[in-house]
């Protein structure tokens, strides 16, 4: 399984649009691997999972064909992590397709009201694009890569997911953005599995949150926890993305602060293979 990380910011990208703070002043100077845009992977370069107001960016960054992509994960509704205006240009004239490119959408409820409003209105779109929802911890297999929703603890008002992906080799990863420390039904349904990768929810930097968002201490506490119940283990790869400015340090820094925990720090454009 290869993740390619596009983006590894929070909402407001880092530095922040509007924002003069030091933190953002820093990341402006000295760029490179200090800039984040808001958050996003590819996963074997056919599945993404959330579509930031950056993906445009991400497209002219990486050099990529957003064309042949088939399989679009959402975790949440909202908009730094399912920035639906662009979504609504995949159709003629704005974009020149093959017959039968279907791009297929999956998330929750909320998700799911969106994109159906976005069809109704819209019903050319209905050739170029789909929806499916996926009930938490249900499993649907798209091409080779099993996709099981888990319940995040971050805004009340949906039932906010993070991921478990699973390729046809049975390398298997957690994808854990937009979360505070899981809540008890994710918990019991991860304890049940192994993990070769574990991405982790990192907006408050050195400071804890754990409600919903994560700092380095509660991913210190998410790394123990499946360690203990074999989850995880010495072989596991943990990182660390989704910025904010407001953590306040920067990626060398970070780097610092995490050697002794083993983590990686991601970075826009940061590959990793397991």
């Known amino acids: 399984?290869?993740?390619?990380?596009?983006?590894?910011?929070?909402?407001?990208?880092?530095?922040?649009v509007f924002c003069g703070c030091q933190h953002c002043r820093k990341a402006r100077i000295r760029g490179g691997k200090n800039i984040r845009t808001r958050s996003?992977?590819?996963?074997?370069?056919?599945?993404?999972?959330?579509?930031?107001?950056?993906?445009?960016?991400?497209?002219i960054s990486y050099g990529l064909d957003f064309s042949r992509l088939k399989h679009l994960v959402i975790t949440h509704s909202h908009q730094d992590h399912f920035f639906t205006d662009d979504l609504k240009l995949r159709k003629p004239v704005f974009a020149h397709l093959e017959d039968n490119s279907i791009l297929n959408i999956y998330g929750n409820m909320a998700v799911g009201e969106i994109m159906t409003e976005i069809l109704n209105s819209n019903s050319d779109l209905k050739q170029y694009m789909s929806f499916r929802y996926i009930p938490p911890f249900e499993t649907y297999i798209a091409d080779d890569i099993r996709i099981t929703p888990l319940l995040a603890s971050h805004d009340r008002n949906e039932d906010c997911y993070i991921y478990i992906f699973e390729d046809k080799h049975g390398?298997?990863?957690?994808?854990?953005?937009d979360t505070g420390i899981f809540p008890d039904a994710t918990w019991e349904y991860i304890e049940g599995y192994y993990f070769?990768?574990?991405?982790l929810d990192c907006t408050t930097g050195p400071e804890p949150e754990g409600i919903y968002h994560m700092g380095i201490p509660d991913n210190i506490k998410i790394k123990e926890r499946m360690t203990k119940t074999g989850a995880a283990d010495n072989a596991t790869k943990f990182i660390l993305t989704h910025f904010s400015h407001n953590g306040g340090l920067l990626h060398e820094?970070?780097?610092?602060?995490v050697r002794?925990?083993?983590f990686q720090i991601a970075y826009d454009g940061f590959e990793v293979y397991v």
């Open 253 to 257: 820094q970070l780097i610092e602060l």
């Open 1 to 16: 399984m290869k993740v390619k990380y596009l983006g590894t910011g929070a909402a407001e990208g880092w530095p922040g």
């Open 260 to 262: 002794p925990y083993e």
């Open 171 to 177: 390398k298997r990863m957690l994808y854990g953005n």
């Open 196 to 199: 070769d990768l574990v991405s």
């Open 40 to 59: 996003s992977v590819l996963i074997d370069d056919s599945m993404m999972v959330d579509f930031p107001p950056d993906s445009y960016s991400h497209v």
